[in-house]
């Protein structure tokens, strides 16, 4: 198995430059799989998806008899971050993150930046994400977005970009660690070779963070995490999380709140609850607050959090600044509140409710990619090369009628990295997700992240439910001093 | 520990001993009717009875022979009772504490669904001995696992508690099917057929050389007494509710002789029938009446403990209790 026949066929490559040679520090990891036997790789990634599947890392597919579980595609060849980008990844990271949660904090309380005008105030306000019961909540520390996960790319140019910032629930982290597990037990000697940064203490600083969020009063916290049940396709991760971190995982039914505080039901009575990290959207929280028909949700929920009885991670209402409509705003937002040069830009966005950005998107369809700013996960999306002229007029129809609801960026030409093709590497292109844990004391960016690949050829969508993959993302330690976690795999015997 | 963590511990547990049992039931009938050609389809609706599904097999199969009732024990989705329903019931109740139990347990479980559920898509099943060692394997392994990973605190003790009466049930409904089938047979006794016919009754419950040991020649009385009021042997109905008792107290906090509610009062009062039992009043009073009222007492017991412990509506409530003056 070898790279020897490789293209990067002019896309940025992740791996090799634009000569075909190794990028500093992918050079061991090239040699050692150029190293490998005949057909060993392949062995190893059959081994790997079988591991996955032993240990049910699935998820449902439904409406089909059988009740099909399928992997999340996994990728054997890791990608590489030097340490040098990573650094500039890192503390780009912590000053978005710092921006965004500033500017949540003040659209529910002072309302200063629509008030000076930085961005509109009726394109906050009819935001899908903003929450009108959050007007005036003071969350612990002031922090609302605890969790974040943004999606990075990195273009042709060879520069990251950020193009998405999701603050809400933000999923995929146990993917992160699950490849890392995968990749320590299918390439030891190659890991051991590489000096990775580590991402197994990911659970223990989420804990330490969500512990942090409790009333001073509280001696031993009571953590929780909150799934809408097992048939969420995120429902692995969220009891992978709550085992490794070892707080109970909870749904709506195991809640009630009586005196004013959240409880949990247990066999021996009610115990109360101080902390809940929820991975159920806002509006399924709390019938009496948000939607009626909720029931998923625990009545009286918002009432005990308003009243400082319990902290919820994230806050509701941080989906107002997710919003990708005020996306085309962040940089704006940076410079705001804390009067600094964005470290990591946004891709270049033309807002349909502007006069002039409108023009020149509907003159350029076929070129730009259209993006509904409510929808994820990539639905609502026109992708504009590979469009029909049908599938342009369709999206200009819809343009004209809700301008409010479009932005529009360029195509752009993701970074590729080689993926296992049956016998051989092709390019495909990917983007990062890194997560970053918002603390009072201290903000942590996990090193490295979910890297997801568009495994169909040429296509530029990574979403999972579009046919996306995933790869682990070795963050390479500056000095190449050895790697943290393979001695602790060697003196665990692993 | 949340009520609904513990009901899916205690269910899964449930889960994973019924299909165990079906398994060895299954292989036990098989092998005898190896030995016995002629009745050898007489073997098979006495087997569908001990599961208690006899209703349901008749409405979809009618008359059993070997292939349908190993169809239906094992593999048949629409038989909530059969092996592959059980072990993908386990897998779900696991599946939704999956945080809370370890991950070996998991993936050990993991592993057994996937098992049955390739052998469920298989044309035939060229040796289903080993097929069906497989599954009480599987299961064994699922228990030493859990032993040996899991802490043994309140949510190892409904597990085991879930286990212990699971098996004390169908211990008892074996007991009651095959004892007599086998009595009015006169016909074999003295012949080698009497021994293989009742070595089959000991295997079905894993008891045959345990029971050897124990008392020697086979004597059916004797087969009684050691799988319903042997405390030592871990498959006898008597040994089951003793072990129940000690998890029951554990994940209450009652003394011994003590109980917090009515699922410990009820368990509490069988010990104690089962402590000072003996063979010759069993038998005075009938032997089928005494597993009947038997296996009616563990299902109530199972009743109690839904509504004392997983139940989220009734915890409020204060339940009866008394202590140790």
Known sequence: MRFDGYDT???????????????????????????????????????????????GITFNVYGSEAQTEKIFPFDIVPRIVQAKEWEIIERGLKQRIKALNSFIDDVYNDQNILKDGIVPAELVLSADGFRK?????????????????????????????????NLRCPSGVSYV????????????????????Q??????????????????????????????????????????????????????????????????????????????????????????????????????????????????LANAPGTGVADDKAVYAYVPEIIRYYLDEEPIINNVPTYACWREDDRQYVLENLDKLVVKAVNESGGYGMLVGPHSTVAEQEEFAKRIKANPRTYIAQPTLALSRVPVLVDDHFEGRHVDLRPYILYGAKSTYVLPGGLTRVALKKGSLVVNSSQGGGSKDTWVLNAEGGPSPESALQKEEGL | MLSRVANSIYWLNRYIERAENVARFIDANYDMTLDIPDSASDQWQPLINTTGDHELFAKLYGEANRENAIEFLVFDRDNPNSI?????????????????????????????????????????????????????????AFIGITDSTMNHGEGWHFGRMGRMLERADKTSRLLDVKYFILLPSVDYIGSPYDNILWGALLRSASAFEMYRKRHGRIDPKKIVDFLLLDANFPRAVHYCIVTAMISMNNITGSPRGTFANKAEQSLGRLLSEFNFASLEDIFEHGLHEYLDSTQTRINALGAAVQTEFFSPQDIDSTTESRTLE
Not at chain 1, 237 to 248: A, I, W
Not at chain 2, 88 to 107: F, G, T
């Open chain 1, 9 to 55: 066929e002019g896309f940025y490559d992740e791996v090799f430059d634009s000569q075909g040679k190794p990028r500093p520090g992918a050079d061991l990891l090239i040699q050692r799989v150029n190293a490998l036997p005949e057909s060993e790789l392949q062995r190893r990634q059959k081994a790997a998806e079988r591991a996955l599947l032993n240990l």
């Open chain 1, 133 to 165: 019961p959050c007007i005036g909540l003071k969350p612990p520390g002031g922090i609302w977005c605890h969790i974040t996960g943004t999606d990075l790319v990195r273009g042709g140019d060879g520069e990251y970009y950020v193009l998405e910032d």
């Open chain 1, 177 to 196: 660690l699950e490849n890392r597990m995968l990749m320590k037990r299918t390439f030891p000697m190659v890991f051991d070779a590489c000096s990775v």
């Open chain 1, 198 to 311: 580590p991402v197994t203490d990911y659970p223990s600083r989420l804990l330490d963070m969500l512990q942090g969020l409790a009333n001073p009063g509280v001696r031993i916290p009571n953590v929780v995490v909150w799934t809408p049940g097992i048939y969420n396709s995120a429902y692995f991760e969220h009891s992978f999380l709550s085992q490794q971190m070892g707080v109970p995982l909870v749904e709506g039914g195991d809640l009630v709140v009586k005196d004013g505080e959240v409880m949990m039901r247990t066999t021996k009575g009610l115990e109360r609850v101080d902390v809940i990290y929820r991975r159920i959207d806002d509006d399924f929280m709390d019938p009496t607050t948000f939607r009626a028909d909720s029931m998923l949700g625990v009545p009286g929920l918002m009432k005990a959090y308003s009243a400082g009885k319990v902290a």
């Open chain 2, 84 to 140: 592959h329903s059980c072990v993908r019931a386990a897998r779900e109740n696991a599946r939704s504490v999956r945080e809370y139990i370890s991950s070996e347990m998991w993936e050990q479980l993991n592993t057994f669904y996937l098992m049955i559920n390739t052998a469920a898509k298989e044309e035939s099943m060229d040796l289903p001995h080993q097929f069906f060692v497989d599954i009480m394997t599987a299961s064994h």
